[in-house]
Each structure stands twice: as structure tokens, then as C-alpha cells.
């Protein structure tokens, strides 16, 4: 079974520039996150999916965050325009279910971003 | 505001060295907690986890963990480290409701000494 799977693994761009990332979660997983890591600092949430619904999105920083999941399947979370403290890696991750014992969330390997 | 701390930023220790984690939380509810290790070049992966029942978990790898209520603790354990526990390691916990997000401790940097 394939795992989480996320594009670009590295971006590098400049201030004020557009950069989006993909993930490809677990076939059949309706639950997909979003995460980010600044460095230095912990993991911290962005927002869910269920299917391509968003469920909550409290954690997206600004409006410069824009986070789709076309059909239920891949997201793409766009950021535009980039600021500085937009560098990190951003982790996607997967679950099957809510509830009970597959609430286990499964993680992409991340992309790191850094903005110059 | 739910919380996690994860007292010790960084652990240096020789191989066969016992280890212990820390891990607290804060919030008023029932909870989840999870245990998740990122190896140097992969990414992060589920070690143990905790939903009810016996206290003490056993995890991959010969770790385990014990859920001390009382204390909002979920301390990580192993009884002799080896060179390739070297990671980063982090506590997790989500409420068993809405969107079951997880709230991440900073994680702790473990690196065994051979």
C-alpha cells in the first residue's frame, strides 16, 4: 500500500512569489490534514478535509493560504504571496476514520519551504 | 488552550542506556495520545498509541508508554537504546471529537552514541 506522498519534497523561492505543494494521501482515506513546522518550533495544525469538504481550517494563517481537495482525492495548499515566515516544512497527513482505532494519522515525508 | 510540553529538547545517550521521555498535556477531557518518531530522512511514524483501556502501551520497536491520568502524563520508555533509535520524537494528542486534530509537543532529539 502506497503511503502519503507529497510535491515538491524542496521549494526554494523569493518573497512575493506563488508556490503550491501537493499531497496524494492513502487511497480510500477521506481525512487528509495539513501541518506545518517552522523551525525550531512544534507541528502545528492548518486545517481538514473530509473528502473535499473542509472541516476546519482555524489553523490556516491568513488569506495568503489557500488549501483545495478537488473530487476528494489530492490536495494542493497555495501560498500566495510568500512571506518570509511562510518557511517551514508543511506535512500532510491521512486517516481512514475519525473515531475509534483508525483515527491513526499517517504522514507524508513534507516539503520543506524556504522563502528568501 | 489544549497544550502539550515536551520537557526534554534534546537527549544525548550511550547505547544500552534505559530512556525516558517526558510528556505532558493540558486540557480537561478525554484524549488520544500518540507517540510518532521521525528517523533522519524519513518522515514521521507512528511509534504507540493510547485510546482507553490498560495504561501502559506497548509500541514497534520495543518502546511503550504509560498514561498516568492523575499526572496528564504520557512518558515514552525503552529499556536500552539502541544506535538506530537516533530521531526525533514527538507527543501527540487529539480529542476524540470534531476534527480530531492533533496538537504536537516540540519534540525531543535523541541521539545514541555507539
Known amino acids: 500500500e502506497a503511503g502519503v506522498t507529497q510535491f515538491p519534497s524542496h521549494s526554494v523561492i523569493e518573497k512575493g512569489q506563488t508556490v503550491t505543494l501537493r499531497c496524494d494521501p492513502i487511497?480510500?482515506?477521506?481525512?487528509l490534514y495539513w501541518y506545518r513546522r517552522v523551525m525550531g518550533k512544534e507541528i502545528k495544525f492548518l486545517l481538514h478535509?473530509?473528502?473535499?469538504?473542509?472541516?476546519?481550517e482555524s489553523g490556516m494563517p491568513n488569506n495568503r493560504f489557500l488549501a483545495e481537495r478537488t473530487g476528494g482525492t489530492y490536495s494542493t495548499l497555495k501560498v500566495q504571496p510568500a512571506e518570509l515566515e511562510d518557511s517551514g516544512v508543511y506535512f500532510c497527513a491521512s486517516s481512514l476514520r475519525l473515531a475509534g482505532v483508525y483515527n491513526e494519522q499517517f504522514f507524508g515525508p513534507g516539503t520543506r519551504l524556504t522563502v528568501l | 488552550a489544549q497544550s502539550v510540553s515536551q520537557h526534554n529538547h534534546h537527549v544525548i545517550l550511550s547505547e544500552a542506556a534505559s530512556l525516558e521521555l517526558g510528556c505532558n498535556y493540558s486540557y480537561g477531557g478525554t484524549v488520544n495520545l500518540f507517540w510518532y518518531v521521525q528517523y533522519p530522512g524519513q518522515h514521521l511514524q507512528l511509534l504507540l498509541k493510547y485510546f482507553s483501556g490498560d495504561p501502559l502501551v506497548k509500541g514497534i520497536k520495543g518502546f511503550e508508554a504509560e498514561f498516568i491520568k492523575s499526572k496528564f502524563s504520557f512518558n515514552l520508555r525503552k529499556p536500552s537504546v539502541q544506535w538506530s533509535d537516533t530521531a526525533e520524537y514527538f507527543c501527540a494528542v487529539n480529542a476524540p471529537s470534531g476534527t480530531y486534530k492533533y496538537i504536537f509537543g516540540t519534540g525531543t532529539r535523541l541521539k545514541v552514541l555507539a
Open positions: 478535509f473530509v473528502k473535499e469538504s473542509k472541516q476546519d
Open positions: 487511497s480510500g482515506h477521506d481525512n
